[in-house]
Structure formats: C-alpha cells, structure tokens
C-alpha cells in the first residue's frame, strides 16, 4: 500500500487486520522507577514519557474489585503496607519498582468468596467519569488506538486468593472457580456496556490474565478449556459485535494455550516472554496466520552493556514478526529501572528503524 504516514489508531488497525501498513506500531510499559531514571538522566519532565517515544495505545478501565476499602497500615521511608480493595494486604516499595508482596488475602473460605460476591455490582460508581473524559477525548484527539481494560480470569482470582491455595482448587472445587471466573466476566461485559452507553466507544478490549510460568501454564491446556474458555469465548464474542478487537496480556510461557485461546476468538497475545520460553519468530510462524503478537523484545538485552545485543535481538526478530502485518512492538513484558535513557532512547531508534515497511 502507500507510505503515505498513518495515524497511531490507522496503524493498529492495520497490524490486528494482518496488513502492512507504513511501519509496525509502538507501544511499551516503562516501571515507574525506570521513568524516575530517565528524568534524572535528562528525559524532560515537561513531557509525558508515552508522548516523548510515541507510544500508540492507550487503555480506559473501570473499577471491577469488590471495592473493600484501601488503607495504609504502615509507612516507611522504603515500603508502604496497605490494605487492599480485593480484601487483601500488601506491600510495595515507594516507587513500586518491583511486584508487591501480598501479605494476605481476601479470600480464604467460601464464606469470603460469597461475601466479596455481593459487592461484585456493576454500577456507575465503578467509573471516575470527570478523568475519563478528559483523558479519552485526548487521547482520541491523538488518533491513539483506545482500548478498554479489565483484569480477567485467573489473573483475577490471583489478587483474591494465595497462588498455593488457588492451584489446588482448579482440580478440587472446579465448579467454584469456575463461578468466580464467570463473575469477573458478567462483571467485564456489564461495565463495559455502561461505558459505551454514556457514549465511549474503544478500538479494541486490552484484557489482563496472567496464565503461564517459567516454561509453561500454570494449569493445562485441560483446564483451561473447562473453566476459563468459556468466559474468554463469551467476552471476546461481546467485544466482537460491538467492533473491537481483543488483545490478551499473559505473562509467562502460554504457548499451549494458543490453539484455545485462538479458538476462543483472540485477535493479539501480549508480552512474550523471552525468559519464560516465548519465542517471537517461533510463534510467529507457527500461529502467525491466526494470532498477532506485541512484545517479544527481550528487555535483558536493553540493558547489556554492549549495544549490539538489543540490535541483534530486534534486527533478527521484528523484521520476520512484522512481514504481512500482525506484529506490534513491545518489550517482553515491562522496561525495568537498570536500562538507561540512552540505551531506551537507542532501543526506539532500532524499533523505528527495523519496523518500516
């Protein structure tokens, strides 16, 4: 097609559709501690860091917890302890530079789950409607592609109960998880139809549920078909009729999930995590006719001292990942604090220019 430039929004499109379109899109997940770098090492502070590299995405979610009220508990110079609106207590650092610890859990019985169930309500309240308008209608002026965000399945039941509690359930109570993954999704679909009614409409549904570690799922492909496919078919086919595309961000290595995941209706899976086994150009070729990817970009290779590594990792992968559209740049999950501004800086420079068509 024509080189003619295309706007953020035009050139997503292009990319979920399997196209070519003038070069791939752009978009990436800096740590807030990782931001706090770039700024003291000369990034302007005057100028959002999603602008200053071009990033063409930007995601709208309601509140979906139980909404259990958030307090802190402890504060020191280094961590903040608070509760949680999941009925948890966790702990962070300040800047939030790493994954925060959960202290506990809102969900340990049945009792619980009943009891966080009932205020699982969709309502307007869900909504910060005054932030929402000012930030779409920009964004929407910026022709970015505008996606509507929600935290789903598994992923969600992580934030309610203990990973070693949760596991055993999905062979001991599968009717249980099972309720509670089909509640998140009722609760997904209801507050996405009260966003559209006041009149936001979205390019695609940006959907969170982490299902895979280091080498593999968590659970079987088995189980995952049995107690999460169900609601990922009936999510994906709700935001297909009202014209959005959906993109599926699992950390880990989900590679076994993929055939049902793309019989489920996903339009675009997200990181690919090189550390966890995902490989871009593997993936690419094996489900590339039915699948676009984002991300892939190992991030230890941005911050290796010699330069040639990132550009061997983004010449030898996106160049083969871009062919016949369906590829968007992204690191591989998020851009930790020990990659400088310069090196990111450079990193953007190779995505630019090795992602031209």
Request: charged letters at 25%; hydrophobic letters at 35%.
């Amino acid at each position: 097609m024509s080189k003619t430039t295309l706007t953020p929004r035009e050139r997503f499109q292009l990319a979920l559709d399997h196209k070519e379109g003038d070069r791939i899109p752009i978009h990436d997940s800096p740590w807030g501690a990782t931001i706090t770098r770039w700024h003291n090492e000369g990034l302007s502070t005057e100028i959002p860091v999603d602008e200053y590299f071009g990033y063409e995405l930007r995601g709208f979610g309601p509140d979906l917890s139980p909404q259990y009220p958030v307090r802190v508990l402890e504060r020191t110079p280094e961590y903040i302890v608070e509760t949680t609106s999941t009925g948890g207590i966790r702990k962070n650092h300040r800047d939030y530079s790493t994954t925060p610890e959960l202290i506990d859990y809102g969900i340990k019985t049945r009792a619980d789950w009943e009891a966080a169930k009932k205020r699982l309500v969709p309502g307007y309240t869900r909504v910060d409607w005054v932030s929402l308008k000012h930030n779409y209608e920009r964004a929407k002026a910026d022709n970015l592609y505008l996606t509507y965000n929600a935290v789903t399945g598994y992923d969600c039941l992580q934030g309610y109960i203990r990973s070693d509690e949760l596991l055993p359930l999905l062979l001991t109570d599968p009717g249980w998880v099972r309720e509670m993954i089909e509640t998140q999704a009722d609760m997904v679909i209801e507050m996405a139809k009260i966003v559209m009614q006041e009149g936001y409409r979205f390019d695609g549904a940006f959907l969170y549920n982490d299902m895979g570690y280091r080498n593999a799922p968590f659970f079987s492909p088995r189980i995952y078909r049995e107690l999460i496919k169900p609601s990922d078919r009936r999510m994906f086919d709700f935001f297909h009729a009202h014209g959005m595309k959906v993109l599926l961000h699992s950390c880990g290595n989900v590679k076994p999930l993929i055939p049902d995941l793309i019989d489920a209706g996903l339009d675009c899976l997200q990181p690919l995590e090189v550390k966890a086994g995902m490989d871009l150009v593997e993936l690419k070729r094996e489900f590339g006719r039915d699948l676009a990817f984002m991300g892939g970009i190992d991030v230890r290779t941005m911050a290796d001292p010699d330069p040639a590594a990132v550009e061997r990792e983004i010449a030898t992968k996106i160049p083969v990942a871009k062919v016949g559209g369906g590829y968007i740049y992204h690191s591989d999950h998020s851009i930790p604090n020990n990659v400088s501004f310069v090196q990111y800086q450079r990193v953007m420079e190779l995505v630019q220019r090795y992602g031209q068509y």
